[in-house]
């Protein structure tokens, strides 16, 4: 069965520090896909970036970066210079479907950045 | 904004009785997916549906069932409401197949918030 962990509830950081969300996960599948979402006070769910089992290369767009590893099962992100516009519950989620179907989302990590 | 539009944003009910919400997919889209969000959890799989048919379902009772409109709208029908079903519900929508490379992102919309006393 497929889970998400994201081990930290809550953190808290000040303007312009870096930080990093954890996310493990577990899968019995070789072809998977994950995702981070971005879920603001106003409930919408945003997404941010999807990985491809088989697509290992880390990414970096503008102060977010994402490092995969699959030795691991890991798929952290990082927020560099944060900023009180990240303040927000992020999460992360795996799903085996290729048809955008069940994805499975870990409990959350609620980031606030404080001014 | 992903143009995912829920209705209505909040509503309150009492045990026992039976709730309808709907949703519109972003423009493109064919396929509509429905999540449960309990306060502090992440959104849990309810169903999804393409083609107006169901088109796979998570751990959640026959009392949880949904439509899909030829204009792939959507609406989630839950009957006999219980406490627990106080939630906010998800509605997400997609392509049915994002490609060779695999499951493509869900666009989700602002939800509905049920409170259920």
């Known amino acids: 069965a497929q889970k998400v962990t994201q081990a930290q509830t809550e953190i808290s950081v000040v303007e312009k520090e870096d930080v990093t969300l954890d996310c493990v996960y577990e899968?019995?599948?070789?072809?998977?896909?994950l995702f981070w979402y971005k879920q603001p006070p106003s409930g919408e769910l945003v997404f941010l970036i999807r990985?491809?089992?088989?697509?290992?290369q880390n990414e970096i767009s503008g102060r977010y970066s994402w490092n995969f590893q699959k030795s691991t099962s890991s798929f952290n992100f990082t927020i560099t210079a944060s900023q009180v516009v990240d303040s927000a519950v992020y999460f992360c989620?795996?799903?085996?479907?290729?048809?955008?179907?069940?994805?499975?989302f870990g409990p959350g990590t609620r980031l606030s950045v404080l001014p | 904004e992903t143009g995912v539009t829920q209705s209505p944003t909040h509503l309150i009910k009492t045990r026992g009785q039976q709730v309808t919400l709907r949703c519109s997919s972003q423009?493109?889209?064919?396929?509509v997916s429905w999540y449960q969000q309990a306060l502090g959890q992440g959104p849990q799989f309810i169903f999804q549906?393409?083609?107006?048919?169901?088109?796979g379902r998570g751990n959640f009772p026959p009392r949880f069932s949904g439509l899909q409109f030829p204009n792939y709208s959507s609406e989630l029908n839950v009957n006999a409401l219980e406490l627990d079903d106080s939630a906010l519900y998800l509605c997400a929508s997609s392509l049915h197949y994002a490609g060779p490379r695999g499951t493509g992102e869900l666009f989700f919309g602002e939800g509905s918030r049920l409170t259920v006393l």
């Open positions: 549906y393409y083609r107006e048919e169901e088109n």
């Open positions: 423009s493109g889209h064919n396929t």
């Open positions: 899968t019995r599948d070789t072809t998977y896909y």
């Open positions: 990985r491809n089992s088989f697509d290992e």
């Open positions: 989620a795996l799903s085996e479907d290729n048809y955008g179907q069940n994805f499975v």
